[in-house]
């Protein structure tokens, strides 16, 4: 009995994880780039996904829900580790970039997202889904958190 539990519950994890390479979106570099809107602790934003002359991606907020403080000034990245960028308004910070596409695991990562909530980087995975939406996943130190952002159009 538990054997056979066990082993359902690998097919399981099994499948829920080749899942996401059957997305035939995730079968070319280029379906990364474009414009997406998310959530991520309440806050709504979108990025531009741009690809750069050598051939990586490039992440960039272009827009969030509440980019004013109460004063009505833009908010800027005040918690960015780079005290150069900590004048840059959240709606204009680069989240990642040197995004690579991995066309045998069929998903693009090897770079660093930051999240300018925390001021922290983390290692970037991402993927569509099968609904197609982009999972974007970070971990840090074996601890991870995956968002979903939706293709603008």
Do not use: C
């Amino acid at each position: 009995m538990i054997k056979k539990l066990f082993i359902s519950l690998i097919v399981i994890l099994f499948s829920m994880g080749s899942s996401n390479a059957q997305n035939p979106l995730n079968n070319s570099a280029d379906n990364i780039v474009g414009r997406y809107s998310g959530q991520y602790s309440g806050e709504k934003f979108q990025v531009k996904i741009v690809k750069l002359t050598n051939g990586t991606y490039r992440g960039q907020m272009v827009w969030i829900e509440h980019d004013k403080d109460d004063s009505g000034n833009k908010l800027l990245d005040t918690k960015n580790p780079d005290h150069k960028l900590r004048n840059t308004p959240l709606d204009r910070v680069v989240i990642f970039s040197g995004l690579k596409y991995n066309p045998q695991k069929k998903q693009w990562g090897d770079t660093k997202i930051y999240d300018p909530q925390r001021g922290i980087k983390a290692n970037l995975t991402i993927t569509f889904d099968d609904k197609g939406q982009l999972r974007v996943r970070g971990s840090l130190m074996g601890i991870g958190q995956s968002v979903y952002w939706k293709k603008e159009n």
